[in-house]
DNA sequence: AAACGTCAGTGACGATTCGTCATTGTTAAA
DNA sequence: TTTAACAATGACGAATCGTCACTGACGTTT
């Protein structure tokens, strides 16, 4: 009577992922509104329904799929919070690394900001969904980490009554809004307007930082110069990726 | 041989307003996720072949309606600029403006987010992407006065070689940042996270208003207040049909 | 070893939704 | 009245979705 186990969870996740990665490429190719569930099972080694054993629906799949790009994103986030260096550094750095991201995955960051829709919350499983607001929260303690370092050396000092997870969703909310507005700009080449997303996020940064009675103040340090020594530091591969797709963090044109 | 005009612009404007209108209706009634074009014909007095003839397709039509939930927000932005009073003060009470758009018209809100995907954006005829362009242009002459207005009147000088547009679009991308973000908790009462929207963005606001250096600062004047009175003067109704639905702006918390 | 139960996997199918287009109706000039 | 251009219709084909009845594989029971 005791029911047979036959498929481990390691299998399961496996093919979870292979499922996800073959999505994300048709992503690439076609754009994500041309994803099919058809076009992702004839790319897979598995019918219909056993895709649909795994999500239950398209919009699930992209959740999925916005999950898995959280993880990605999580990773440079831990990566820029373990920088050594003053904390206020460290925090422009992630809110960079953030921007990198944006520009060298514009599937995953898209599909991100897609799954954020209602169209595709509302069809999505539960399992997904609290998956989500997990890897959210985790992202979140990069942040964390960053400002609390910045109250332990005294850098920084809590404004206005405001608690730490506030200060965190201040820069985080800052760099979500700069970045998503001007994620179509961020792919190409030249900018048609006069905004550049990387000048436009490290002034907003800095403007907020100095708000925020975060030292060093902009008037006392050079933050770009030090901004670029650390950003070639910590993400050589990834800059170099960006540059082979034709597309440079340029800091020239501002001090 | 002189081509009959059979229809003038102002009817089929007025069809064409119409359709957004039921539209929307079906989006509050049962959620954008299930909005389909056959939906919207049953609703309406035209047949199919003449709702194509307004939008090419229902991702136009949805860009149509964002377009429309613009203007809307156009015009509560515009009696922000209007507002008397100084600028720092009219450009958080403009935010609150858009606070309460979010609050008011979840539907619209929801939709404008949604036009953003590329989706639907890559789905919509050139005539109404354009338009939307415009309309968002628009949106930030409000805020590019009130700046302007802050620079005349001498309380903000632009810092770090910053150009008007530049901190228009810091405003703008903080005040984004942060309802969108937010927007899942906007209409619902009581808060499950700690994080409460109307005191987030008005700690956000200042903070980003101090390290601009636009005067009145924070520890010399009390903005609270000053947007309490304002809100209540400008938004008199809008703050009514908030509190008509079961929510209220709540500035009891933070000083 | 035969019968049985459970579960993974399959893909044909019905249902839904989309957008088109051949047809019909309407208006005003000739 | 005829005609030409425009407007409106809704039946239809195409695309996509998600389900479900069936098959087969494997372990357990008899």
Redesign the interface.
Known sequence: MTPPKLLDDKALKERELLIINTAVLLIQRN???NLTMDKVVTQVPFSKGTVYKHFVGK?DLLLAISNHSIKVLGDLFHRAYQFKGCARSRMLLLNFSYLIYAMLYPALF?TV??A?????V??SSEKHINEGERLEIKLMTSIHGIVEDGLADSSLEL?????I??LC??N???????I???SSEVEQCSGRT??IVE??LF??S???????GWKPF?KDRSHCAELKIALAELFPEELAQIKAKGRELNFDS??
Chains 1, 2 share one sequence.
């Open positions: 754009g994500i509104e919009e898209q900001l897609c954020k829709s209602p169209n595709v509302g069809k404004p206005m009554n405001m608690d997870q506030q969703f201040s985080w909310s800052m760099a979500y809004g700069a998503t507005l001007l006069s905004l000048r436009e002034n907003l800095n403007m907020l930082y100095d708000g925020m902009t501002f001090s």
